[in-house]
């Protein structure tokens, strides 16, 4: 056995860089990947993040610019990206809250025992390297993101909705990301 084992690990190293090399060559095409899961087009260098406003029937004031914020920074901290007000950027992201409103979301003994705030987000794409997305990056898009957090019926709305609107840019912007980023 150890014959066999000693002959088979004189044939390995060579074996092993094949197999490296070959790997590198098939996965060495124009995109980069990052830890992130991003998925990026080399070429492209700088995003504009457009304002994102709120056309929402209820509003929030808060919610759009805490929203960019988190999006922004996410962005930059996640992606070799800078962010710029040039029009002449690589990409562009916009949008705007479409809804944001609660409702209730369970019932116990004929009463509301659970309540939802929920919050939808129009983001709007634009590759400017590209707008086909033939190359890596989306194409152009346009698309809906809705997240929304539970919490107890017995609370008044305004006493919770600070911490509840936390969780929901914290959310929105991950889910917003890996719309604009992750090939999954």
Not at 122 to 148: C, Q, Y
Not at 150 to 178: G, R
């Amino acid at each position: 056995m150890k014959q066999s084992l000693s002959a088979f690990h004189k044939k390995t190293p060579l074996s092993s860089v094949l197999l490296l090399a070959v790997l590198a060559v098939m996965s060495g095409g124009c995109k980069i990947y990052s830890f992130s899961g991003a998925s990026i087009d080399p070429k492209a260098k700088t995003i504009k993040l457009d304002n994102f406003d709120n056309k929402a029937q209820f509003i929030n004031p808060s919610l759009a610019p805490q929203l960019l914020q988190a999006v922004q920074k996410k962005i930059v901290g996640q992606t070799r990206l800078s962010s710029t007000s040039s029009d002449n950027a690589d990409y562009e992201v916009g949008g705007y809250v479409t809804s944001y409103g609660v409702s209730t979301s369970g019932i116990s003994n004929q009463q509301a025992s659970g309540s939802r705030l929920v919050v939808t987000f129009h983001v709007i794409f634009k590759n400017h390297l590209d707008p086909t997305g033939k190359t890596v990056g989306p194409a152009d898009f346009e698309d809906d993101v809705t997240s929304s957090v539970d919490f107890s019926a017995q609370s008044s709305f305004s006493s919770v909705e600070a911490q509840l609107l936390t969780t929901i840019v914290t959310n929105m912007s991950n889910d917003i990301f890996n719309r604009l980023f992750s090939s999954w």
